[in-house]
C-alpha cells in the first residue's frame, strides 16, 4: 500500500538543507483565538507566498501547516530556480492559445526574478546564486528540442545559449550528454534556508503562521467558511489551499487530483579539490532532458548533490537511493569512492499532463497545486497569483494560469503500481534513446 505523504516523519527530515539553513523564526502552535480574513493551508512556498503577498497589502492572512514551515517539497526539493514549467513555451502555446499562454510563458519567464527578488528584499539566507542554469541532452533529438526552445526564448528576449558537445562538457564536466543549453535567468538556493526566508517575511509584514496546525476540514459557515482543526476552528472570508504532493482529506477528492511521487536527493561528503574543480566549475546546476531527470550540484563546501532519476509511491527506502551513485559514476567517472552523507526523499505532485493545476474549489476557496517537481517559481508565482484574487484585485479567472476543470484520477488507487511501473519504463526507455 502506498505511504500517506503526510505520515511522513514529524520534524523536518536530516538533510543537506536541515544542516546548513539558518534556523527558521519561532512559530507558535494553533490556540483557537486565532482571526483573519483569508486562512491559507500549508506553508510551503504556494502557502508562504500567498501569504507575503495578502501581508504586503495589510490583509489579514494565517498560515496553518500541519508540521512547520518548508517540511514539504519545499524544505526537501533540489533548489533549482528555473524560468520554466515542464514543457516549452511553445507547446504551452499551444496548449492554453497564443493570449493566454503568451502571458503564462511571460510571468514563468520572470519567476526567477521574483525569487531572487524576494530573497533580495527580505534578506533571506538560503545561499542563493544566480549564475545560470545547463540543461544537458542525452539524445539528438532532445538536443534539437533544445535548438528550439533556445531559439522560442531568444525571440522572446531571453538570452538563452545553445551549447555544443564541448561547450557543455567544459561547463559540465562530464563528456556523456551530446549537448546543452545554458538559461542565464535560473540559479540555485537552498530550498529550506528560502521557506523559511519566506515565514519570516510573512511575520515582519504582519501576517500569523501557526505550526503543528493540521486542519481537518472546511466547511461553509453563516459567513464564510470554517477551517477546522483538533484544537477548534477558525473562521475566514477565503481560504487558499497549498498543499500539493502533501494533500490529504481535507477538501474532498483533492489529493485525488495528482499522483504524489517520492523522488530521492543525496550529498556527498567534500569531493577531493582537484575533482571538485572539474565538476561544473561555474557553480551552475545542471539538470538533463532524461524523462527521469538526473539534477547535479555542487555546493560551496565541495559536496556533491545529486536529484531525481527515480521514485516511487511508497515509503523512503534504501532501494530509492540505488540509482543516483550509479548516474554519478557514469557522468563524473573521475570521482572514485564517494561517501554519501545525507539522503533525503520528498513527494511531487505529478499531474498526467504535467501541467500545474488551479483550482476554484468552491465560491472562495481555491487550491493551486501539482507543480510536477517544478515548483520553487511556480509555487510562488501562484501563491502572488491568489494573493491578487484574496485581495480582491483581480478574478480567479485573471490569473497567470488558467482555471482547471476539477477532475480526479479514476486510476488513483492504482498510484502505486503506476508510479513504479512509470519509472522503471523511462528507466529503460531513457537508456534506450539514442545519443
Ligand atoms: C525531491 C524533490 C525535488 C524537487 N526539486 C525541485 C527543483 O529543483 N526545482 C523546482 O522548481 N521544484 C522542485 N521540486 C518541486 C517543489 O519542491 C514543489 O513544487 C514545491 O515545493 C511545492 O510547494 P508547495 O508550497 O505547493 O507545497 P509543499 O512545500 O509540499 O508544502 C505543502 C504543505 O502543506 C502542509 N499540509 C498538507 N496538508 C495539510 C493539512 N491538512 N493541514 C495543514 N497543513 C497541511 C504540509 O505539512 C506541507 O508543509 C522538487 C520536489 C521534490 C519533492
Redesign the pocket.
Known amino acids: 500500500m502506498p505511504a500517506v ?2 505520515n511522513d516523519p514529524e520534524g523536518t527530515p536530516t538533510s543537506y538543507w536541515a544542516a546548513t539553513a539558518p534556523a527558521g523564526p519561532n512559530i507558535p502552535t494553533f490556540d483557537g483565538s486565532e482571526r483573519a480574513d483569508t486562512v491559507v ?9 500567498a501569504a507575503l503577498h495578502l501581508a504586503q497589502r495589510g490583509s489579514s492572512v494565517l498560515v ?19 524560468a520554466a514549467l515542464k514543457h516549452e513555451p511553445h507547446e504551452i502555446e499551444e496548449r492554453f492559445g497564443k493570449e493566454r499562454g503568451g502571458e503564462l510563458i511571460r510571468v514563468i519567464g520572470n519567476g526567477p526574478d521574483l525569487v531572487f527578488g524576494l530573497i533580495e528584499r527580505y534578506g533571506m539566507e538560503c545561499s542563493a546564486r544566480r549564475s545560470g542554469i545547463l540543461t544537458a541532452a542525452h539524445s539528438a533529438t532532445s538536443l534539437a528540442d533544445l535548438q528550439r526552445r533556445v531559439e522560442v526564448w531568444m525571440r522572446r528576449g531571453a538570452p538563452l545559449q545553445l551549447l555544443s558537445r564541448a561547450e557543455l562538457e567544459s561547463r559540465s564536466g562530464t563528456g556523456f550528454y551530446v549537448g546543452g543549453c545554458l538559461d542565464p535567468r535560473g540559479g540555485a538556493i537552498n ?1 529550506l534556508g528560502y ?1 523559511r526566508g519566506l515565514a519570516a517575511a510573512v511575520l515582519r509584514e504582519g501576517g500569523q503562521i501557526r505550526q503543528k ?4 476540514s472546511i466547511v461553509r459557515a453563516a459567513s464564510g467558511w470554517r477551517v477546522n ?1 483538533d484544537r477548534g476552528s477558525v473562521v475566514a472570508s477565503r481560504v487558499i489551499l ?9 477538501w474532498p477528492g483533492l489529493k485525488k487530483t495528482f499522483l504524489p ?5 543525496l550529498v556527498s561528503k567534500p569531493l577531493r579539490d582537484n575533482v571538485r574543480k572539474s565538476i561544473l566549475p561555474g557553480g551552475q ?1 545542471m ?1 538533463d532532458t532524461r524523462y527521469l531527470t538526473v ?1 547535479v550540484r555542487m555546493h560551496a563546501d565541495g559536496r556533491m548533490h545529486l ?2 532519476g527515480g521514485g516511487t509511491a511508497g515509503a523512503d527506502r534504501p532501494v530509492l537511493y540505488e540509482q543516483l551513485p550509479k548516474e554519478a559514476r557514469a557522468l563524473y567517472p573521475q570521482l572514485g569512492d564517494v561517501e554519501w552523507e545525507f539522503r ?6 505529478m499531474t498526467p499532463d504535467r501541467y500545474p493545476r488551479l483550482f476554484e474549489l468552491a465560491p472562495d476557496v481555491a487550491a ?2 501539482g ?9 510562488t508565482i ?2 502572488r497569483e491568489l494573493a491578487r484574487w484574496a485581495a480582491g484585485d483581480a478574478g480567479i479567472d485573471d490569473l497567470a494560469l488558467p482555471v482547471s476543470t476539477f477532475r480526479t484520477l479514476p486510476y488513483y488507487a492504482l498510484r502505486g503500481p503506476i508510479i513504479e511501473g512509470t519509472v522503471l519504463f523511462h528507466t529503460l526507455r531513457d537508456r534506450l534513446s539514442p545519443a
Open positions: 505523504p503526510m493551508v500549508g506553508a510551503g512556498y504556494t502557502g508562504l507566498s496553518l501547516d500541519a508540521h512547520e514551515p518548508g517540511w514539504g517539497a519545499s524544505g526537501r526539493n533540489n533548489g533549482q530556480v528555473v530550498p521557506a496546525a493540521h486542519v481537518n482543526l497549498g498543499t500539493n504532493g502533501y494533500t490529504d482529506d481535507l511521487a517520492r523522488t530521492p536527493q546546476i539538470s539534477g536529484g531525481g533525503w526523499s520528498g513527494f511531487m505532485a493551486a497545486l507543480y510536477s517537481g517544478r515548483g520553487i517559481c511556480t509555487a501562484m501563491g
